[in-house]
């Protein structure tokens, strides 16, 4: 991510003095790392995500987005993305996997299912990730576009940006 | 006149002929459904007509292609045709030999659910009987591991039972996390 000089000058926070010296707060210079540097942890288990592949893929390429170092394991990222049917059976490994990822973490939730079961509201599928996990950005769709995920992405590089903290420790910060 | 007659000299496939000359007090019902041989045996000689199935040299029914069962309680007509056997369970066999397929049914009262495991003569019966069981409740007498396969270990019922409600019974929202994860 090159910086060039209007990016400083118009960036929130950010001064710039005469010569080379910009000044700005730490919590600006970590946000704007983090928030270019997001590594998703894909937990794709039913049709969205051959989406999110898509979406990783040349074509929509999310590396233009900073978030194209995918994990595959939960302690290497920072963005969980689940895209699919989440079954009772499998809740317990999300919620664990979720678990293991550091703090500060975020959650989008890809697609009718994970959000909210989609068409199957049946005996084992779990009718919304977000009674067990914080979910930070929803993305409506059966199956949502890659673009729909690219927003998704840049709604949580906003969120990191404006200084929020995601879902997940907001309950920790209220006590 | 002519089109009767014709359907009339239909040869009798193979398998049947040679299960009637087998095994036929073990035959209930023979049929055939889109192109597919379907007999129905009995269950207490169901493990011999499929051992003979798979042994029999001319026959050789060696592929078990899917062992799955139907819950016909909410279906009258079905259930009367076999002394109200609630469920039905369906072996898909193939042959590579004789490049047929056959489709075996095994009625199951509902107030004795064992019958015979077929994992003797396919392996691959295994977590097909598994399954079976873990959707209907099955017992497959002789199976060697009869645990779910599909649901979580401690869920109660079998939701492909057609009394099951879909929504199931609550599941949904008290399923057990810590024993899960154990
Ligand atoms: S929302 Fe649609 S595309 Fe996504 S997992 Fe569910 S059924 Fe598949």
Redesign the interface.
């Known amino acids: 991510m090159g910086l060039t000089n209007t990016d400083i000058q118009s960036a929130q926070g950010v001064e710039q003095t005469d010569g080379n010296i910009i000044t700005t707060t730490i919590d600006r210079v970590v946000n704007w790392g983090r928030k270019n540097s997001l590594w998703p942890m894909p937990f794709g288990t039913a049709c969205c995500a051959i989406e999110m592949m898509a979406t990783l893929a040349s074509k929509f390429d999310l590396s233009r987005f900073g978030s194209e170092a995918i994990r595959f394991s939960p302690r290497q990222s920072d963005l969980l993305i689940v895209s699919g049917r989440i079954s009772i059976k499998m809740m317990p490994v999300l919620k664990r996997i979720y678990d293991q990822m550091p703090d500060p973490k975020w959650v989008i939730s890809m697609g009718a299912c994970a959000s909210c079961g989609g068409v199957f509201d049946t005996y084992t599928l779990i009718q919304g990730v977000d009674q067990f996990i914080p979910v930070d950005v929803y993305i409506p769709g059966c199956p949502p576009r890659p673009e729909d995920l690219i927003d998704a992405v840049l709604q949580v590089q906003q969120k990191i940006t404006s200084g929020a903290s995601p879902k997940g420790v907001e309950h920790l910060l209220e006590t | 006149m002519n089109e009767e007659k014709e359907v009339e000299e239909q040869p009798i496939p193979l398998v049947i002929q040679k299960l009637e000359a087998h095994h036929a007090d073990a035959l209930l019902s023979q049929g055939e459904m889109r192109g597919t041989v379907v007999v129905v045996v009995r269950k207490e000689q169901a493990y011999a007509v499929l051992e003979y199935l798979k042994t029999d040299p001319e026959l050789a029914y060696t592929f078990l292609v899917d062992i799955t069962a139907v819950d016909n309680s909410q279906m009258e007509s079905e259930l009367m045709q076999f002394d109200y056997a609630r469920y039905m369970v369906v072996y898909q066999l193939y042959s590579y030999q004789g490049q047929c397929r056959l489709r075996v049914k095994v009625p199951v009262h509902e107030n004795d659910l064992n019958t015979p495991s077929v994992t003797g003569l396919w392996q691959g019966a295994n977590w097909l009987e598994r399954e079976t069981y873990d959707m209907f409740g099955i017992n497959f007498e002789g199976h060697p591991d009869l645990r779910r396969i599909?649901?979580?270990d401690d869920f109660e019922g079998h939701?492909l039972q057609k009394d099951?409600?879909?929504?199931?019974?609550g599941?949904?929202?008290s399923?057990n996390?810590d024993k899960?994860?154990a």
């Open positions: 599909l649901m979580p939701p099951y409600p879909l929504r199931g019974r599941e949904r929202e399923f996390f899960q994860n």
